[in-house]
């Protein structure tokens, strides 16, 4: 795609030899949400059909992309919350794959608008009630930490997709072009992103949309949508 057709708010960088694309929203011009399921509340199952869906209803996204790990029949894995109804809840168990390689976290938008990711246990205690929020795992960041079971460059690699937030606010989504392990992608948030607290949403299924127009596209299912629309001027 031609940079002048890219999202303003997003530039493409190259970092450890990759290629990413970092989308800096302020949640004072931009809304955030997340979308999951059609108006008969059967999942969109894609990046695609979900920002088709929130065209057609008349709020075309400037930029979406996947936002969290999903089961098989493609219902989120840990906390949903969609609209201020909580869809799935909150997981504190152990289990399999990166969900729970522990601390993972909670993406999560306020009533305000405002945004933040914090550390599972850290949002259970904190007793939140946002207007979104999508659990998933890892951590990438902690309070400006790697991830502390990250190899430095691990041998697996893909394409990835995860979402931070920098001390002003300013919400950070970010997506590779080319393979990166997920320590090379956690310091992409820590040194370049400067976010002290970032979560991986996937990997090998990771989509990015501009618009309607699939930028990034893995054709794999997709569970919830993170999706940015701007604010009408006031």
């Known amino acids: 795609m031609a940079a002048a057709d890219r999202p303003e708010i997003c530039e493409e960088t190259n970092f450890e030899e990759a290629r990413a694309i970092l989308c800096m929203v302020d949640p004072a011009a931009y809304e955030i949400r997340l979308a999951y399921r059609d108006g008969e509340g059967r999942p969109h199952g894609s990046v695609e059909r979900a920002v088709?869906?929130?065209a057609a209803a008349g709020r075309t996204p400037v930029l979406a992309m996947n936002a969290?790990?999903?089961?098989s029949?493609?219902?989120p894995v840990g906390l949903y919350v969609e609209a201020g109804a909580e869809l799935s809840a909150l997981a504190t168990g152990g289990g399999f794959g990166n969900f729970f390689l522990k601390p993972n976290g909670v993406f999560f938008v306020g009533e305000d608008g405002s945004a933040g990711v914090m550390e599972t246990e850290a949002y259970q205690r904190a007793g939140l009630a946002p207007a979104f929020a999508t659990q998933s795992g890892p951590?990438?960041?902690i309070d400006g930490?790697?991830?502390?079971?990250?190899?430095p460059d691990g041998t697996t690699r893909y394409i990835r997709n995860g979402i931070g937030v920098r001390a002003d606010g300013t919400v950070v989504l970010a997506i590779t072009r080319d393979p990166v392990s997920l320590g090379s992608f956690g310091r992409l948030f820590r040194d370049v992103a400067n976010c002290p607290n970032a979560l991986f949403f996937d990997g090998a299924v990771s989509s990015l949309a501009w618009g309607v127009r699939m930028e990034i596209e893995s054709g794999e299912?997709?569970?919830p949508v993170v999706a940015v629309f701007g604010k009408p001027p006031r």
């Open 52 to 54: 088709a869906a929130l």
């Open 68 to 71: 969290g790990m999903y089961h």
């Open 73 to 75: 029949d493609i219902t």
């Open 139 to 141: 951590m990438l960041v």
């Open 145 to 151: 930490a790697i991830h502390p079971r990250f190899l």
């Open 221 to 223: 299912p997709a569970g």
